[in-house]
């Protein structure tokens, strides 16, 4: 089986790139963040045309995840036990709204999940202390999902950058900006001692997934790395194989992040994928 995750900066505006990337790569499972519509907005119509079912979280222009299977889906659950909720102007009365943010299901024997991390903003701004205490539910939701799922991927954008070397935007300053803080960091390596890993550094040592609009960050290779495949061992002892497809940072109208794709042998999925197209 062959999964993916891609944070696409609006489904609609990128629906006939999506298409024809799945297409050319062979997708089985994608998973999509930052969809940017709401639940009747999404163009299901194209993906169902090449046989891929859909089931999306959205509420409203920003935030929104899914996760789009050519192999069907079993136990879709949207959010996870314990999601905290954002809003800047919340008055303390009663818990704040929930964001769309997360999505999981089984597809083929393997639990995946789709996750937005909140972005946190500034190291002063409430919204970075929404994304702490969103990290930190998120563990305790994985790590009931692990007990019951012996091959499980969290996947999406971490917004984190778990070291210097997934750091090359000079503008990321140490003590000033997020992504790169001491906490951030932290709270990422949480997630690794829970033995959740990060199942494509292995085969890909080097690279980014994504590059901002500005300063000419892309040609330059300014990027970050915050686009995660983190899986229990069982789905780590399966992958065969991983790419960063960097090309899809390339052409018309690009998302400012690239698609992170992980291939798993031993799934229900029996695929064969003998004729499938090569990445480096």
């Known amino acids: 089986m062959r999964i993916a995750t891609w944070n696409i900066n609006s489904i609609r505006t990128r629906i006939d790139r999506v298409v024809e990337w799945l297409q050319a790569t062979d997708i089985d499972v994608l998973a999509l963040q930052e969809t940017k519509c709401r639940d009747d907005q999404f163009p299901e119509d194209a993906l ?50 929930l964001e769309a943010r997360a999505i999981g ?39 009931s999902e692990m007990a019951s799922h012996e091959k499980l991927a969290i996947m999406g954008d971490f917004n984190i950058v ?47 997934t994504y590059w901002d609009y500005k300063n000419l960050a892309f040609p330059r290779d300014e990027g970050l790395r915050i686009d995660f495949v983190m899986g229990t ?10 790419f960063i497809d960097r090309d899809q940072r390339k052409g018309e109208q690009p998302s400012d992040h690239v698609p992170v794709v992980v291939d798993i042998a031993g799934t229900d999925s029996n695929a064969d994928d003998g004729d499938r197209p090569m990445f480096w």
């Open 48 to 97: 169902a045309a090449i046989g891929y079912e859909v089931a999306h979280h959205g509420l409203s222009q920003w935030n929104g995840v899914a996760l789009v299977s050519r192999l069907g889906f079993s136990d879709i659950k949207i959010g996870f036990d314990g999601m905290p909720g954002f809003a800047k102007d919340h008055a303390g009365v009663g818990e704040p709204p």
């Open 105 to 143: 299901a089984t597809v083929g024997g393997v639990r995946l999940w789709s996750l937005y991390v909140p972005n946190g903003r500034s190291l002063d701004d409430p919204h970075f202390d929404y994304k702490l205490r969103w990290l930190e539910a998120l563990r305790t939701a994985t790590a």
């Open 162 to 208: 778990p070291t210097d070397a997934d750091c090359g935007d000079p503008r990321m300053i140490p003590g000033q900006s997020t992504h790169i803080s001491p906490v951030e960091r932290s709270s990422f390596a949480e997630f690794e001692a829970m033995e959740l890993f990060d199942v494509v550094r292995p085969s890909v040592p080097t690279g980014f």
């Open 233 to 242: 061992a069982a789905l780590r002892d399966a992958v065969t194989d991983a």
